[in-house]
Nanobody
Framework: EAQLAESGGGLVQAGGSLRLSCVGSGFTFEHFSMGWFRQAPGKEQELVAALNWDGGHTYYPDSVKGRFTISRDIAKTTLYLQMDSLKPSDTAVYYC???????????WGQGTQVTVSS
């Protein structure tokens, strides 16, 4: 069964950067689409970055476009989310997920907390 493990969260000041990592196991990493989601208290879950299975297409919502970058290292079976110019509104638990497409996710990590102070 697929397993995902996030790391890299923490406390950072507004304007700072963080890089989240997500190590995948139990599935053929390069054959699946992957995404990063976040959920803040009292808010709905939001997809903040997606990478399709062949790595040829990415998606970002307007809220993070130009600040967040999704990438992967197939040899390390690791997905990354580089987050720059962080804002207090980026504070949330961040999850990585994998699935057959960037619109359908079947497996999720446990999440990592990101807190951006003003």
């Amino acid at each position: 069964e697929a397993q995902l493990a996030e790391s890299g969260g923490g406390l950072v000041q507004a304007g700072g950067s963080l890089r989240l990592s997500c190590v995948g196991s139990g599935f053929t990493f390069e054959h699946f689409s992957m995404g990063w989601f976040r959920q803040a208290p009292g808010k709905e879950q939001e997809l903040v970055a997606a990478l399709n299975w062949d790595g040829g297409h990415t998606y970002y919502p307007d809220s993070v476009k130009g600040r967040f970058t999704i990438s992967r290292d197939i040899a390390k079976t690791t997905l990354y989310l580089q987050m720059d110019s962080l804002k207090p509104s980026d504070t949330a638990v961040y999850y990585c997920a994998t699935g057959a497409s960037t619109e359908s996710y079947d497996y999720w990590g446990q999440g990592t907390q990101v807190t951006v102070s003003s």
